[in-house]
Structures are given as structure tokens and as C-alpha cells.
């Protein structure tokens, strides 16, 4: 038997959040900039987030039907990231992360990951702080969770410790030519139906 998810069609808003942008709309502290130095729309909020110290895109909704779409663990939405990382990757750890790995809260499910050429993306500031005798590499990691900070906990996990996170797709959506501090309105999707 299929019920039909009452999703209202709503908002849907894919943001480029720029490093050091809290994924809120009021800061606890003065001087940290929020979604609201970079958005002015009424009624929309985060579905899912971003830590403070990661870029990339970040969706947000006016629907509550919709955040729980995006956002229910049970789903499994699948969210890929461009991770740049202290050391060279070699085989043994990536396929770890293939696998899926312990951490402090339990065990990862596998993800998807692959060494990649150093993608075009747009500059850090402030810029990774460069150290002439530590190699540094780029990962494409998609994972189908989203625990606290767990992609940097899973690099650092396998001996990788993230300097730069993008995340450039969430489900579907990806951030396509986004640049750092803009978004745009798309169409919501329509209701779905599940089992």
C-alpha cells in the first residue's frame, strides 16, 4: 500500500556558503557571519547544514514537508564532497572509507571515494596555509549520512586530516556555477510517494 507524502510545494533555495559562514540566521557571537549577511528571504531555514569551516552548497526551504525529505536519515540522500587532505592517499585508504569504518559513534556505511585532480574551484580566504614538505591531495567522497563533522572524522580516521571541505551535490541538486556567497530559487519538487 503507497501513502502520499502532503509535501506543499515551497521554496527551494541552493546556496554557495562561503567558509566561515554559520549555517544560521543569528549569531551567538558578535562579528560571525550568518546566512542573513547573504540572504533575505522570509520563512526559509537550512535542510541540513554545513559546519562553519566548510564551503559548498546548502539547501533551504520554507517547507517543513520538504526539509524532512531532504534531511530523513531513513532516505539515505546521498551528499558529495571535494575534500582536500593532508597526506597522499594511497589504496588501503580509500578502500576503508569504501568499506565504511568505526568511529567514536559507531560504524560508517560505505561511501563512495576516489583520488581526483585538483579541481577549479574558487580560492579560500583565508587560503589553506601551504607547508612546502606535507603533500596534499584532493578526494570525491559521497556518503548517504550526515553525522556531525563526519567526513573530516572519516579522513582523519585514515590518516588524512581534511584542510578544505566543498560540498558540491546534495540528492540531486549540485552547485552547478555557483560562486561563493550567491544563490538562487529553483522549483521545488512535488510530493513523493513512499511504502
Given at each position: 500500500?503507497?501513502?502520499?507524502?502532503?509535501?506543499?510545494?515551497?521554496?527551494?533555495?541552493?546556496?554557495?556558503?562561503?567558509?566561515?559562514?554559520?549555517?544560521?540566521f543569528?549569531?551567538?557571537?558578535?562579528?560571525?557571519?550568518?546566512?542573513?549577511?547573504?540572504?533575505?528571504?522570509?520563512?526559509?531555514?537550512?535542510?541540513?547544514?554545513?559546519?562553519?569551516?566548510?564551503?559548498?552548497l546548502?539547501?533551504?526551504?520554507?517547507?517543513?514537508?520538504?526539509?524532512?525529505?531532504i534531511?530523513?536519515?531513513?532516505?539515505?540522500?546521498?551528499?558529495?564532497?571535494?575534500?582536500?587532505?593532508e597526506?597522499?592517499?594511497?589504496?588501503?585508504?580509500?578502500?576503508?572509507?569504501?568499506?565504511?569504518?568505526?568511529?567514536?559513534?559507531?560504524?560508517?556505511?560505505?561511501?563512495?571515494?576516489?583520488?581526483?585532480?585538483?579541481?577549479?574551484?574558487?580560492?579560500?580566504?583565508?587560503?589553506?596555509?601551504?607547508?612546502?614538505?606535507?603533500?596534499?591531495?584532493?578526494?570525491?567522497?559521497?556518503?548517504?549520512?550526515?553525522?556531525?563533522?563526519?567526513?573530516?572524522?572519516?579522513?582523519?580516521?585514515?590518516?588524512?586530516?581534511?584542510?578544505?571541505?566543498?560540498?558540491?551535490?546534495?540528492?540531486?541538486?549540485?552547485?552547478?556555477?555557483?560562486?561563493?556567497?550567491?544563490w538562487?530559487?529553483?522549483?521545488?519538487?512535488?510530493?513523493?510517494?513512499?511504502?
Amino acid at each position: 500500500m503507497c501513502t502520499v507524502l502532503k509535501a506543499r510545494k515551497g521554496k527551494l533555495i541552493l546556496f554557495n556558503k562561503p567558509f566561515q559562514v554559520l549555517c544560521q540566521f543569528s549569531a551567538e557571537r558578535p562579528g560571525r557571519s550568518t546566512l542573513a549577511d547573504y540572504i533575505r528571504v522570509p520563512g526559509v531555514y537550512p535542510a541540513g547544514r554545513l559546519d562553519y569551516d566548510s564551503e559548498g552548497l546548502l539547501l533551504l526551504t520554507d517547507s517543513g514537508d520538504l526539509q524532512h525529505l531532504i534531511t530523513d536519515p531513513r532516505r539515505k540522500t546521498e551528499k558529495t564532497y571535494l575534500v582536500q587532505v593532508e597526506g597522499s592517499p594511497g589504496r588501503d585508504a580509500l578502500d576503508r572509507l569504501k568499506r565504511g569504518l568505526r568511529l567514536q559513534d559507531g560504524m560508517t556505511l560505505p561511501a563512495k571515494a576516489s583520488l581526483v585532480e585538483a579541481p577549479d574551484v574558487w580560492p579560500r580566504v583565508p587560503a589553506i596555509r601551504y607547508r612546502k614538505n606535507v603533500p596534499t591531495a584532493w578526494l570525491e567522497l559521497t556518503i548517504a549520512e550526515g553525522r556531525n563533522r563526519q567526513v573530516r572524522r572519516m579522513t582523519a580516521a585514515v590518516g588524512l586530516p581534511a584542510l578544505r571541505l566543498i560540498r558540491i551535490r546534495v540528492g540531486r541538486w549540485d552547485l552547478g556555477g555557483l560562486e561563493p556567497g550567491t544563490w538562487k530559487e529553483i522549483e521545488a519538487p512535488a510530493p513523493e510517494k513512499s511504502k
